[in-house]
């Protein structure tokens, strides 16, 4: 079974700029999430959806974080515009359905200068 | 005050040590745990996946869970330098909302 699979593995962008991240999940699997995972920190959820609908965005800034599922497998994360406090980890997991264990992708690495 | 509480470490042990890792949470709505480890540049891994309190053993592995106290554990016997990680206990509530310790940074020195 293939994994949870995130592009770019890096990225490094300037305050005030935009960047995306994507992220397949496990084939079958109905429930997606985005974490943050600041240095030293468990990861933060900031999106569930479950299918293409969002089930728990509360932790999401909106002002500038923005998520998609389309078609209910893959998935994008935005930040638009970039702030320095964005440096973190952004990991993508997903599961069979919402109460069962979520699979990691290995997360893209962000780097605000 | 954090939902999870996690022993913060580092820990730092001999090879063969049987290592005790910890977390409190204080909601009741949690009823999923799990312990998760995380090597340096990747994601989370699961290790464990209990929702009932009582003992689940894998291999060497064995998470201890005790909701009466709001109580998990995560115990490692016959520790190897590839235990080397950092552990992180996590904890669902029926919809699926998980919420993580900060980890817990363990090294098994040969």
């Known amino acids: 079974e293939a994994g949870v699979a995130q592009s770019p593995r890096y990225k490094i962008i300037e305050k005030r700029q935009s960047v995306a991240f994507w992220c397949n999940p496990i084939?079958?699997?109905?429930?997606l999430y985005w974490y943050q995972q600041i240095l030293g920190q468990g990861p933060k959820l900031l999106i569930q959806f479950q299918n293409n609908g969002v089930v728990d965005d509360s932790q999401l800034p909106k002002d500038r974080f923005s998520a998609e599922r389309l078609k209910g497998v893959d998935s994008t994360l935005k930040i638009q515009p970039a702030k320095l406090e964005d440096s973190a980890v952004y990991l993508c997991a997903s599961s069979r359905d919402s109460n069962q264990p979520q699979h990691f992708g290995d997360g893209t690495r962000l780097s605000i200068l | 005050q954090k939902e999870v509480e996690q022993d913060p470490g580092p820990l730092s042990v001999p090879e063969g040590a049987i290592v005790s890792l910890n977390c409190t949470y204080s909601?009741?709505?949690?009823?999923?745990f799990m312990w998760y480890r995380q090597y340096s540049r990747k994601g989370p891994e699961l290790l464990m996946y209990t929702y009932s309190s009582g003992n689940k053993e894998d291999g060497r592995f064995t998470a201890q869970v005790d909701k009466s106290s709001k109580y998990i554990s995560l115990f490692i016997r016959d520790s190897q330098p590839s235990d080397s990680a950092t552990y992180l206990c996590a904890t669902n509530t029926n919809a699926g909302k998980s919420t993580f310790g900060d980890g817990t940074t363990l090294t098994v020195k040969p």
């Open positions: 909601n009741s709505a949690f009823q999923y």
């Open positions: 084939s079958g699997h109905a429930t």
